[in-house]
């Protein structure tokens, strides 16, 4: 199947610093990659929708202004988390569709886990 | 807005037995649910998935059913093994291939 990474996997922070998480899409183009925020024990809440090209659309009770997302390519969204807090530690997870394959199918990135000290 | 409830949220059960869980969503326009399992740490992994247009599908040990006019499907585990246990998401696709999830359900699969 189609796959999606993420980097970094791994990230810790001071409190204050901006953080980017990128997602790629490696065989196939996505128009659409959409953002999610997990955290321990808890579902994946969806954040955003990335659109190639156009600006994100994000769900109600996420700051835009705080989590920039950027989807500059067919296979690349970044998404930054700026002036992060420790309230931000979290797994955050891309997934992708790849409209090519004739399915509603999404592929999920392996995930990054952010810890803001 | 859309929203999705899934029960239980925790399933202890015996290696060998069954294990069900149910999903409500209330989007009348999601039209694919998938359900994932998720290892801790780890990405969720497609396990099965339904269209709208079908009311039951099977894979080996894995089944799910869908009631569309009740806004209801439900993930059947048979024969379950340790290597079952793990986090389990339903979830519900509308408008967009915007995907909702249910709150999980945690299966422990007791040798």
């Known amino acids: 199947g189609a796959v999606v990474s993420q980097h970094p996997s791994r990230v810790i922070c001071k409190s204050g610093t901006s953080v980017k998480i990128e997602c790629r899409s490696l065989?196939?183009?996505?128009?659409?990659m959409f953002w999610y925020r997990q955290f321990p024990k808890q579902s994946l809440m969806l954040m955003a929708t990335?659109?190639?090209?156009?600006?994100?659309?994000?769900e109600q009770g996420v700051e835009k202004d705080k989590f920039l997302i950027n989807h500059a390519s067919l296979t690349l969204s970044t998404l930054t988390v700026t002036s992060a807090h420790p309230e931000d530690s979290s797994f955050y997870i891309c997934?992708?569709?790849?409209?090519?394959?004739?399915?509603?199918?999404?592929?999920f990135g392996p995930g990054t886990r952010l810890t803001v000290l | 807005g859309e929203n999705v409830e899934q029960h239980p949220s925790t399933l202890s059960v015996q290696e060998g037995d069954s294990a069900v869980i149910k999903c409500t969503y209330s989007d009348s326009a999601s039209n694919y649910f998938p359900w994932y399992k998720q290892e801790l740490g780890k990405r969720p992994q497609l396990i099965i998935d339904i269209r709208s247009n079908v009311g039951e599908k099977k894979d080996q040990r894995i089944a799910v059913t869908l009631n569309k006019t009740a806004k209801h499907f439900s993930l059947h585990i048979t024969e379950t093994q340790p290597e079952d246990s793990a986090v389990y998401f339903c979830a519900a696709v509308g408008g967009g291939f915007k995907t909702i999830f249910g709150a999980g359900t945690r299966l422990f699969v007791k040798a």
């Open positions: 990335s659109n190639e090209g156009s600006k994100a659309t994000y």
């Open positions: 065989d196939f183009q996505a128009t659409t």
């Open positions: 997934s992708a569709r790849d409209p090519s394959g004739g399915t509603d199918t999404q592929y």
